[in-house]
């Protein structure tokens, strides 16, 4: 599985769009991207995926680089109960195992 | 979503006795399911993928029989810490797959807290 990189934290204005980037650089042409968010004391929840074409749903949206090396996972109105560690992970969509860089963790501040 | 549930959601034992953590996909049937651990503030860890009606695979470092996992049914995976000591205290996660899908259609558990005194 590719390599991601992540800020390890941010912060941001509640009712602001929060912004979180991630690096995959190496990233090979059958991975996609994945995001969980991981609020305090609870299992990880999946909020997007994508392969190469811009995402959203009613989470939020996932924004891919045309060359695929890197993505913004968008939350258009953050809420305080965004607060949480964000993860980014490439992955083929066959792969048996899922596995956790750092995330970043995500501050949203009244 | 579908759902997985772990239980207990969190345990305090004795050092030196064995505690054993029920994760279970109550409305879908999975093939596989994870075990991750997670120290405080840190990501969680992948301990081993767990395989109906077959031995689970460990990561590397993780104590096979230290940490036994059994996946009986379609339904239920078991984590039993064996001789648990204050070093394994942490959060145990699983998450489940459906027959579906790949790490996409992965749903994790609550996560169960494991204190070891």
């Known amino acids: 599985d590719a390599k991601t990189t992540q800020p390890p934290s941010m912060d941001c204005a509640e009712g602001r769009a929060a912004n979180l980037p991630c690096n995959h650089s190496?990233?090979?042409?059958?991975?996609?991207v994945y995001w969980y968010r991981q609020i305090h004391s609870q299992g990880p929840q999946y909020i997007i995926h994508?392969?190469?074409n811009n995402e959203t749903n009613e989470m939020a949206s996932l924004i891919i680089t045309e060359d695929r090396k890197s993505s913004t996972l968008i939350l258009p109105h953050a809420t305080l109960r965004d607060t949480a560690v964000y993860y980014c992970?490439?992955?083929?969509?066959?792969?048996?195992?899922?596995?956790f860089g750092q995330g970043t963790r995500l501050t949203i501040n009244p | 979503g579908a759902v997985v549930s772990q239980h207990p959601s969190w345990v305090i034992c004795k050092s030196g006795t064995s505690v054993k953590i029920e994760c279970r996909s109550l409305?879908?049937?999975?093939?596989?399911m994870f075990w991750y651990r997670q120290f405080p503030k840190q990501s969680l860890m992948l301990m081993a993928t767990?395989?109906?009606?077959?031995?689970?695979?460990?990561e590397q470092g993780v104590e096979k029989d230290k940490f036994l996992i059994n996946h009986a049914s379609l339904t239920l995976s078991t984590l039993t810490v064996t001789s648990a000591h204050p070093e394994d205290s942490s959060f145990y996660i699983c998450?489940?797959?459906?027959?579906?899908?790949?790490?996409?259609?992965?749903?994790f558990g609550e996560g169960s807290r494991l204190t070891v005194l």
């Open positions: 998450s489940a797959r459906t027959l579906a899908g790949g790490p996409g259609e992965l749903f």
């Open positions: 190496t990233i090979s042409g059958n991975e996609y």
């Open positions: 994508g392969l190469k």
């Open positions: 992970i490439s992955h083929s969509q066959g792969a048996q195992k899922l596995v």
């Open positions: 409305d879908f049937q999975a093939t596989t």
């Open positions: 767990s395989n109906e009606g077959s031995k689970a695979t460990y």
